[in-house]
Protein backbone atom coordinates (compact mmCIF):
# COMPACT_ATOMS: atom_id res chain seq x y z
CA UNK A 1 0.00 0.00 0.00
CA UNK A 2 1.58 3.50 -0.64
CA UNK A 3 1.65 5.87 2.46
CA UNK A 4 -0.10 8.34 0.42
CA UNK A 5 -3.51 6.85 0.55
CA UNK A 6 -3.63 5.42 3.76
CA UNK A 7 -6.44 7.14 5.57
CA UNK A 8 -6.08 5.88 9.88
CA UNK A 9 -2.78 5.97 11.82
CA UNK A 10 -1.56 4.01 14.60
CA UNK A 11 1.16 3.16 17.03
CA UNK A 12 2.57 -0.15 18.09
CA UNK A 13 4.68 0.26 21.31
CA UNK A 14 7.01 -3.17 21.01
CA UNK A 15 8.73 -4.37 17.89
CA UNK A 16 8.65 -8.22 18.99
CA UNK A 17 6.56 -11.03 16.56
CA UNK A 18 3.21 -9.54 18.71
CA UNK A 19 4.50 -6.03 17.38
CA UNK A 20 5.49 -6.39 13.91
CA UNK A 21 2.60 -8.78 13.07
CA UNK A 22 -0.20 -6.54 14.57
CA UNK A 23 1.89 -4.02 12.04
CA UNK A 24 1.43 -5.92 9.51
CA UNK A 25 -2.21 -6.66 9.56
CA UNK A 26 -3.02 -2.95 10.38
CA UNK A 27 -1.32 -1.85 7.06
CA UNK A 28 -3.42 -4.44 5.07
CA UNK A 29 -6.37 -3.01 6.71
CA UNK A 30 -5.03 0.75 5.54
CA UNK A 31 -3.45 1.67 8.57
CA UNK A 32 -0.49 3.50 8.55
CA UNK A 33 1.17 1.78 11.75
CA UNK A 34 4.67 3.61 13.43
CA UNK A 35 6.49 0.86 15.96
CA UNK A 36 8.25 2.07 18.89
CA UNK A 37 10.64 -0.10 20.04
CA UNK A 38 12.91 0.24 23.34
CA UNK A 39 15.83 -1.71 21.94
CA UNK A 40 17.59 -1.47 19.05
CA UNK A 41 16.89 -4.11 16.40
CA UNK A 42 13.49 -5.54 16.50
CA UNK A 43 12.25 -9.50 17.39
CA UNK A 44 11.81 -8.95 21.31
CA UNK A 45 11.81 -12.56 22.68
CA UNK A 46 12.39 -14.00 19.30
CA UNK A 47 15.48 -12.39 18.92
CA UNK A 48 16.98 -12.45 22.64
CA UNK A 49 15.11 -15.05 24.53
CA UNK A 50 15.32 -18.04 22.08
CA UNK A 51 18.53 -20.12 23.22
CA UNK A 52 21.61 -18.76 21.15
CA UNK A 53 22.45 -21.69 19.25
CA UNK A 54 19.56 -21.98 17.20
CA UNK A 55 20.60 -20.22 14.64
CA UNK A 56 18.38 -22.01 12.47
CA UNK A 57 14.92 -20.74 14.03
CA UNK A 58 16.10 -17.28 14.42
CA UNK A 59 16.79 -16.89 11.15
CA UNK A 60 13.17 -18.34 9.83
CA UNK A 61 11.58 -15.55 11.97
CA UNK A 62 14.19 -13.04 10.61
CA UNK A 63 13.14 -13.56 7.38
CA UNK A 64 9.25 -13.10 8.73
CA UNK A 65 10.51 -9.84 10.73
CA UNK A 66 12.28 -8.46 7.65
CA UNK A 67 9.26 -9.15 5.53
CA UNK A 68 7.05 -7.11 7.63
CA UNK A 69 9.25 -3.89 7.89
CA UNK A 70 9.47 -4.19 3.99
CA UNK A 71 6.15 -3.26 4.13
CA UNK A 72 6.31 0.70 2.55
CA UNK A 73 3.36 1.94 5.36
CA UNK A 74 4.99 0.26 8.02
CA UNK A 75 7.79 2.78 9.96
CA UNK A 76 10.26 1.87 12.33
CA UNK A 77 11.82 4.35 15.55
CA UNK A 78 14.29 1.92 17.46
CA UNK A 79 16.41 3.05 20.67
CA UNK A 80 13.17 4.50 21.68
CA UNK A 81 11.04 4.08 25.71
CA UNK A 82 7.64 4.60 26.05
CA UNK A 83 6.00 5.38 29.51
CA UNK A 84 5.54 7.40 32.19
CA UNK A 85 9.46 8.22 32.78
CA UNK A 86 10.77 7.60 29.15
CA UNK A 87 11.07 9.14 26.07
CA UNK A 88 7.26 9.08 24.97
CA UNK A 89 4.34 8.77 26.97
CA UNK A 90 0.93 7.67 25.48
CA UNK A 91 -0.43 11.13 25.94
CA UNK A 92 2.10 12.42 23.76
CA UNK A 93 1.48 9.77 21.73
CA UNK A 94 -1.70 10.40 21.16
CA UNK A 95 -0.99 14.63 21.05
CA UNK A 96 1.31 13.40 17.71
CA UNK A 97 -1.91 12.34 16.09
CA UNK A 98 -2.08 8.14 16.86
CA UNK A 99 -5.97 7.15 16.80
CA UNK A 100 -4.98 4.23 18.65
CA UNK A 101 -2.07 2.23 20.03
CA UNK A 102 -1.32 -0.82 20.44
CA UNK A 103 0.33 -2.21 23.36
CA UNK A 104 3.07 -4.73 22.47
CA UNK A 105 5.84 -4.18 24.72
CA UNK A 106 6.12 -7.65 25.92
CA UNK A 107 6.65 -8.68 29.76
CA UNK A 108 10.03 -6.17 30.68
CA UNK A 109 9.10 -6.66 34.65
CA UNK A 110 10.46 -9.25 36.62
CA UNK A 111 8.45 -11.40 38.69
CA UNK A 112 9.91 -11.98 42.27
CA UNK A 113 8.48 -14.33 45.59
CA UNK A 114 9.39 -11.56 47.44
CA UNK A 115 11.52 -14.00 50.08
CA UNK A 116 13.99 -13.17 52.32
CA UNK A 117 17.46 -13.21 51.02
CA UNK A 118 15.94 -12.15 47.25
CA UNK A 119 18.32 -9.64 47.91
CA UNK A 120 21.78 -11.38 48.17
CA UNK A 121 24.38 -11.83 45.72
CA UNK A 122 23.66 -15.15 43.47
CA UNK A 123 19.98 -14.34 43.01
CA UNK A 124 18.65 -13.75 40.17
CA UNK A 125 15.61 -13.72 38.10
CA UNK A 126 15.61 -16.06 34.43
CA UNK A 127 14.63 -13.60 31.85
CA UNK A 128 17.60 -11.12 33.02
CA UNK A 129 20.32 -14.16 32.72
CA UNK A 130 18.52 -15.32 28.91
CA UNK A 131 18.73 -11.43 27.79
CA UNK A 132 22.37 -11.47 29.29
CA UNK A 133 23.61 -14.67 27.41
CA UNK A 134 21.74 -13.71 24.22
CA UNK A 135 23.41 -10.32 24.18
CA UNK A 136 20.93 -7.70 25.04
CA UNK A 137 22.20 -4.33 26.26
CA UNK A 138 22.31 -3.36 29.02
CA UNK A 139 21.90 -6.96 30.29
CA UNK A 140 24.65 -8.23 27.98
CA UNK A 141 26.87 -6.16 30.47
CA UNK A 142 25.78 -6.84 33.70
CA UNK A 143 27.94 -9.04 35.43
CA UNK A 144 26.36 -12.51 37.27
CA UNK A 145 28.00 -14.64 39.64
CA UNK A 146 27.32 -17.94 39.13
CA UNK A 147 28.21 -20.37 41.86
CA UNK A 148 29.04 -24.23 41.64
CA UNK A 149 25.47 -25.43 42.46
CA UNK A 150 22.33 -23.54 40.98
CA UNK A 151 18.66 -23.72 41.91
CA UNK A 152 16.32 -23.25 39.37
CA UNK A 153 13.21 -22.29 40.67
CA UNK A 154 10.25 -23.80 37.79
CA UNK A 155 10.21 -26.49 35.48
CA UNK A 156 8.94 -24.89 32.22
CA UNK A 157 10.76 -24.62 29.05
CA UNK A 158 12.58 -21.39 29.95
CA UNK A 159 14.20 -24.06 33.35
CA UNK A 160 15.35 -25.93 30.11
CA UNK A 161 16.89 -23.44 28.49
CA UNK A 162 19.04 -21.85 31.64
CA UNK A 163 19.79 -25.51 32.51
CA UNK A 164 21.60 -25.56 29.20
CA UNK A 165 23.58 -22.87 29.56
CA UNK A 166 25.05 -23.77 32.74
CA UNK A 167 25.54 -27.17 31.55
CA UNK A 168 26.75 -25.61 27.96
CA UNK A 169 29.01 -22.98 28.73
CA UNK A 170 29.47 -22.55 32.74
CA UNK A 171 30.13 -26.14 33.57
CA UNK A 172 28.81 -25.88 36.81
CA UNK A 173 28.91 -28.81 39.47
CA UNK A 174 24.90 -29.22 39.46
CA UNK A 175 21.72 -27.78 38.17
CA UNK A 176 18.80 -28.11 40.37
CA UNK A 177 15.37 -27.99 39.09
CA UNK A 178 12.52 -26.66 41.74
CA UNK A 179 8.93 -27.80 41.10
CA UNK A 180 5.52 -26.47 43.30
CA UNK A 181 3.80 -29.49 42.45
CA UNK A 182 4.10 -32.58 41.24
CA UNK A 183 5.51 -34.93 38.25
CA UNK A 184 2.24 -34.60 36.41
CA UNK A 185 2.66 -31.07 35.97
CA UNK A 186 5.52 -30.98 34.65
CA UNK A 187 5.68 -27.68 31.91
CA UNK A 188 8.93 -28.53 29.62
CA UNK A 189 8.44 -29.93 26.36
CA UNK A 190 10.58 -33.41 25.10
CA UNK A 191 12.31 -31.39 22.74
CA UNK A 192 13.85 -29.26 25.51
CA UNK A 193 14.40 -31.89 27.89
CA UNK A 194 16.21 -33.21 25.04
CA UNK A 195 19.13 -30.57 24.98
CA UNK A 196 19.72 -31.50 28.92
CA UNK A 197 18.99 -34.91 29.29
CA UNK A 198 22.33 -36.63 29.46
CA UNK A 199 23.02 -35.05 32.21
CA UNK A 200 20.01 -35.90 34.23
CA UNK A 201 20.42 -37.81 37.17
CA UNK A 202 18.19 -40.66 36.31
CA UNK A 203 18.07 -42.35 38.78
CA UNK A 204 17.53 -39.64 41.27
CA UNK A 205 14.68 -38.49 38.75
CA UNK A 206 12.92 -41.82 39.22
CA UNK A 207 13.03 -41.65 43.59
CA UNK A 208 11.67 -38.31 43.23
CA UNK A 209 8.97 -39.43 41.06
CA UNK A 210 8.57 -43.07 43.55
CA UNK A 211 7.92 -40.48 46.27
CA UNK A 212 5.22 -38.88 44.60
CA UNK A 213 3.53 -41.44 43.30
CA UNK A 214 1.18 -42.46 46.19
CA UNK A 215 0.05 -38.98 46.52
CA UNK A 216 -0.25 -39.07 42.75
CA UNK A 217 -2.49 -42.36 42.60
CA UNK A 218 -4.55 -41.06 45.16
CA UNK A 219 -5.49 -37.89 43.06
CA UNK A 220 -6.16 -40.12 39.83
CA UNK A 221 -2.76 -39.01 38.56
CA UNK A 222 -0.65 -42.13 36.73
CA UNK A 223 2.91 -41.45 37.89
CA UNK A 224 4.22 -43.53 34.99
CA UNK A 225 3.30 -41.22 32.24
CA UNK A 226 6.09 -38.70 33.80
CA UNK A 227 8.72 -41.39 34.40
CA UNK A 228 8.18 -42.96 30.48
CA UNK A 229 7.94 -39.45 29.05
CA UNK A 230 11.22 -38.62 30.97
CA UNK A 231 13.11 -42.07 30.29
CA UNK A 232 11.79 -41.68 26.64
CA UNK A 233 13.83 -38.55 26.08
CA UNK A 234 16.81 -39.49 28.30
CA UNK A 235 17.41 -42.80 26.56
CA UNK A 236 17.91 -40.71 23.62
CA UNK A 237 19.91 -38.12 24.48
CA UNK A 238 23.58 -37.79 22.77
CA UNK A 239 26.44 -38.00 24.87
CA UNK A 240 27.74 -34.41 26.30
CA UNK A 241 31.60 -33.86 27.91
CA UNK A 242 29.73 -32.07 30.51
CA UNK A 243 30.23 -33.28 33.56
CA UNK A 244 27.41 -30.81 35.26
CA UNK A 245 24.51 -33.44 37.36
CA UNK A 246 21.32 -32.53 35.82
CA UNK A 247 18.20 -33.20 38.83
CA UNK A 248 14.63 -32.54 39.35
CA UNK A 249 13.25 -31.91 42.92
CA UNK A 250 9.07 -31.98 42.89
CA UNK A 251 6.85 -30.67 45.76
CA UNK A 252 8.57 -27.80 47.43
CA UNK A 253 8.52 -24.15 47.63
CA UNK A 254 10.73 -21.63 48.35
CA UNK A 255 10.36 -20.15 51.59
CA UNK A 256 13.66 -17.63 51.82
CA UNK A 257 17.08 -17.97 50.54
CA UNK A 258 20.15 -17.85 53.04
CA UNK A 259 23.34 -15.56 52.44
CA UNK A 260 26.96 -15.97 54.63
CA UNK A 261 28.77 -13.45 56.00
CA UNK A 262 29.87 -11.96 52.70
CA UNK A 263 26.24 -10.96 51.96
CA UNK A 264 26.30 -14.27 48.97
CA UNK A 265 23.87 -17.22 48.77
CA UNK A 266 24.67 -20.62 50.33
CA UNK A 267 21.41 -22.17 51.00
CA UNK A 268 17.71 -22.24 50.40
CA UNK A 269 15.20 -22.71 52.23
CA UNK A 270 12.00 -24.66 51.06
CA UNK A 271 8.60 -26.28 52.12
CA UNK A 272 7.58 -29.37 51.67
CA UNK A 273 4.21 -29.90 49.74
CA UNK A 274 1.54 -31.91 48.98
CA UNK A 275 -1.02 -31.94 46.32
CA UNK A 276 -5.03 -31.32 46.95
CA UNK A 277 -7.84 -31.77 44.61
CA UNK A 278 -9.66 -28.34 44.08
CA UNK A 279 -12.78 -27.35 41.79
CA UNK A 280 -11.52 -30.39 39.74
CA UNK A 281 -7.64 -28.88 39.68
CA UNK A 282 -4.59 -30.53 41.31
CA UNK A 283 -2.53 -28.05 43.38
CA UNK A 284 0.27 -27.75 45.78
CA UNK A 285 -0.80 -27.23 48.80
CA UNK A 286 2.51 -26.84 51.67
CA UNK A 287 2.73 -28.93 54.90
CA UNK A 288 4.48 -27.26 57.11
CA UNK A 289 7.54 -29.14 57.08
CA UNK A 290 11.11 -27.73 55.96
CA UNK A 291 14.51 -28.28 55.35
CA UNK A 292 17.66 -26.99 54.11
CA UNK A 293 19.09 -26.90 50.67
CA UNK A 294 22.75 -25.97 49.84
CA UNK A 295 23.38 -23.98 46.82
CA UNK A 296 24.90 -20.71 45.92
CA UNK A 297 22.95 -19.54 43.16
CA UNK A 298 19.51 -19.14 43.04
CA UNK A 299 17.67 -18.37 39.45
CA UNK A 300 13.82 -17.59 39.55
CA UNK A 301 11.94 -18.77 36.08
CA UNK A 302 8.62 -18.36 37.48
CA UNK A 303 7.07 -15.77 34.73
CA UNK A 304 7.50 -12.39 34.12
CA UNK A 305 5.06 -9.06 34.66
CA UNK A 306 4.46 -6.33 32.30
CA UNK A 307 6.15 -2.97 32.89
CA UNK A 308 4.05 -0.91 35.80
CA UNK A 309 5.50 2.46 33.94
CA UNK A 310 4.29 1.88 30.69
CA UNK A 311 1.17 3.98 32.34
CA UNK A 312 -1.27 1.58 31.87
CA UNK A 313 -3.39 0.38 35.48
CA UNK A 314 -1.49 -3.30 36.27
CA UNK A 315 -3.33 -6.13 38.78
CA UNK A 316 -1.87 -9.26 39.14
CA UNK A 317 1.43 -8.82 36.91
CA UNK A 318 -0.63 -7.65 33.82
CA UNK A 319 -2.41 -5.03 31.91
CA UNK A 320 -6.20 -5.04 33.40
CA UNK A 321 -8.08 -5.62 30.07
CA UNK A 322 -12.03 -5.05 29.47
CA UNK A 323 -14.13 -7.55 31.25
CA UNK A 324 -16.99 -6.43 28.53
CA UNK A 325 -15.24 -6.16 25.82
CA UNK A 326 -16.39 -4.28 22.29
CA UNK A 327 -14.41 -6.01 20.05
CA UNK A 328 -14.06 -9.96 21.46
CA UNK A 329 -12.02 -11.99 19.06
CA UNK A 330 -12.28 -16.04 19.96
CA UNK A 331 -13.13 -15.28 23.84
CA UNK A 332 -10.30 -12.71 23.82
CA UNK A 333 -10.69 -8.81 25.25
CA UNK A 334 -7.52 -6.96 24.01
CA UNK A 335 -8.65 -3.63 25.17
CA UNK A 336 -7.11 -1.75 28.21
CA UNK A 337 -9.59 -0.82 31.31
CA UNK A 338 -8.98 0.78 34.14
CA UNK A 339 -10.91 -0.45 37.32
CA UNK A 340 -10.44 2.13 39.87
CA UNK A 341 -12.62 4.32 37.40
CA UNK A 342 -14.65 1.01 35.94
CA UNK A 343 -14.05 2.89 32.23
CA UNK A 344 -12.25 1.63 29.05
CA UNK A 345 -8.71 2.91 28.01
CA UNK A 346 -10.83 3.24 24.61
CA UNK A 347 -7.84 3.70 22.51
CA UNK A 348 -5.40 1.64 23.74
CA UNK A 349 -5.29 -2.47 23.06
CA UNK A 350 -2.69 -5.05 24.51
CA UNK A 351 -1.12 -8.07 22.40
CA UNK A 352 1.25 -10.61 22.87
CA UNK A 353 3.20 -10.76 26.75
CA UNK A 354 1.35 -7.36 27.57
CA UNK A 355 -1.91 -8.90 27.25
CA UNK A 356 -0.84 -12.25 29.23
CA UNK A 357 2.23 -12.02 30.62
CA UNK A 358 4.60 -15.38 30.21
CA UNK A 359 2.00 -16.83 27.71
CA UNK A 360 3.59 -19.23 25.06
CA UNK A 361 5.93 -18.63 22.65
CA UNK A 362 6.45 -17.12 18.82
CA UNK A 363 3.61 -18.62 17.15
CA UNK A 364 1.61 -17.73 20.57
CA UNK A 365 2.57 -14.09 20.09
CA UNK A 366 2.16 -13.71 16.29
CA UNK A 367 -1.34 -14.88 16.57
CA UNK A 368 -2.10 -12.74 19.62
CA UNK A 369 -0.59 -9.41 17.83
CA UNK A 370 -2.92 -10.44 14.73
CA UNK A 371 -6.38 -10.48 16.81
CA UNK A 372 -5.16 -7.53 18.91
CA UNK A 373 -4.78 -5.68 15.35
CA UNK A 374 -8.03 -7.22 13.84
CA UNK A 375 -9.90 -5.76 17.64
CA UNK A 376 -8.12 -2.34 17.06
CA UNK A 377 -9.33 -2.38 13.42
CA UNK A 378 -12.77 -2.36 14.72
CA UNK A 379 -12.26 0.29 16.60
CA UNK A 380 -10.28 2.41 14.09
CA UNK A 381 -12.89 2.33 12.05
CA UNK A 382 -15.63 3.84 13.82
CA UNK A 383 -13.64 6.96 13.73
CA UNK A 384 -13.50 10.02 12.01
CA UNK A 385 -10.86 10.09 8.86
CA UNK A 386 -8.21 12.58 9.76
CA UNK A 387 -7.92 15.68 7.86
CA UNK A 388 -3.96 15.75 7.03
CA UNK A 389 -1.14 13.26 7.73
CA UNK A 390 0.61 13.25 11.16
CA UNK A 391 3.21 11.73 10.03
CA UNK A 392 5.61 14.58 9.17
CA UNK A 393 4.56 16.53 12.70
CA UNK A 394 5.65 12.37 14.19
CA UNK A 395 8.88 12.57 12.62
CA UNK A 396 9.89 16.18 13.27
CA UNK A 397 9.10 15.17 17.36
CA UNK A 398 11.36 12.54 17.31
CA UNK A 399 14.16 13.69 16.11
CA UNK A 400 13.72 16.74 18.49
CA UNK A 401 14.21 13.86 21.42
CA UNK A 402 18.02 14.21 20.75
CA UNK A 403 18.78 10.68 21.09
CA UNK A 404 20.02 8.25 18.21
CA UNK A 405 17.03 6.82 16.46
CA UNK A 406 17.16 3.34 14.43
CA UNK A 407 15.02 3.38 11.27
CA UNK A 408 14.53 0.55 8.83
CA UNK A 409 17.52 1.70 6.97
CA UNK A 410 19.60 1.25 9.83
CA UNK A 411 18.73 -1.91 10.24
CA UNK A 412 19.65 -3.19 6.80
CA UNK A 413 23.26 -0.90 7.62
CA UNK A 414 23.56 -2.98 10.89
CA UNK A 415 22.95 -6.56 9.63
CA UNK A 416 25.63 -5.20 6.24
CA UNK A 417 28.30 -5.17 9.28
CA UNK A 418 27.20 -7.96 11.62
CA UNK A 419 27.04 -10.06 8.25
CA UNK A 420 30.92 -8.88 7.13
CA UNK A 421 32.39 -9.45 10.81
CA UNK A 422 30.49 -13.11 10.61
CA UNK A 423 32.40 -13.73 7.38
CA UNK A 424 35.21 -12.21 9.09
CA UNK A 425 35.46 -14.33 11.58
CA UNK A 426 34.50 -17.41 10.07
CA UNK A 427 31.33 -17.69 12.64
CA UNK A 428 27.49 -18.65 11.81
CA UNK A 429 26.42 -15.37 12.88
CA UNK A 430 27.65 -12.54 14.20
CA UNK A 431 25.65 -10.01 16.81
CA UNK A 432 26.95 -6.72 18.46
CA UNK A 433 25.82 -6.93 22.10
CA UNK A 434 26.32 -3.38 23.08
CA UNK A 435 24.08 -0.74 21.86
CA UNK A 436 26.84 1.82 21.31
CA UNK A 437 28.94 -1.12 18.73
CA UNK A 438 25.22 -1.17 16.95
CA UNK A 439 24.95 2.23 17.29
CA UNK A 440 28.51 2.67 15.62
CA UNK A 441 28.28 0.02 12.83
CA UNK A 442 25.14 1.80 11.30
CA UNK A 443 26.62 5.25 11.03
CA UNK A 444 30.00 3.45 9.51
CA UNK A 445 27.31 2.85 6.65
CA UNK A 446 25.44 5.91 6.78
Not at 163 to 169: M, S, V
Not at 301 to 327: C, H, M, T, W, Y
Not at 378 to 405: C, D, F, N, R, V
Request: aromatic letters at 8%; glycine letters at 8%; a negative charge.
Amino acid sequence: MNRDNVEYFAAVVGAGPAGLFAARELVNAGIHATLFNRDIRPGGLAEYGIYPKKHKMKEVLRVQFRQALEMACIDYYGNVTVGNQADLTLDQLRQLGFQAIMVTAGAQGTKWLKLPGEDLRGVYHAKDLVYHYNGLPPYSEQEFEIGRHVAIVGVGNVMTDIARYLIEEKHVESVTAIARRGPGEIKFERKELGYVAANLDIKGVDEEIERAAPLMWSLGENPDRPKEFIHTVYDKAVPTDSKTRFMVRFLLSPTRILGDADGRVRALEVEENTLICENGDIKASGTGRRRIIDMDTVIFAIGDSVDEQLGLPVDRFEFVKNPQPRFEIEGNSYEAFDPETGRLIEDVFLSGWARRASTGLVGIARKDGIQGARAMIQYIQTLPKPEESPLPKIEAWMHSLGKPLVSKQDLIRLECVECEQASKLEQEEFRFTRNEEMLAAIRRLA
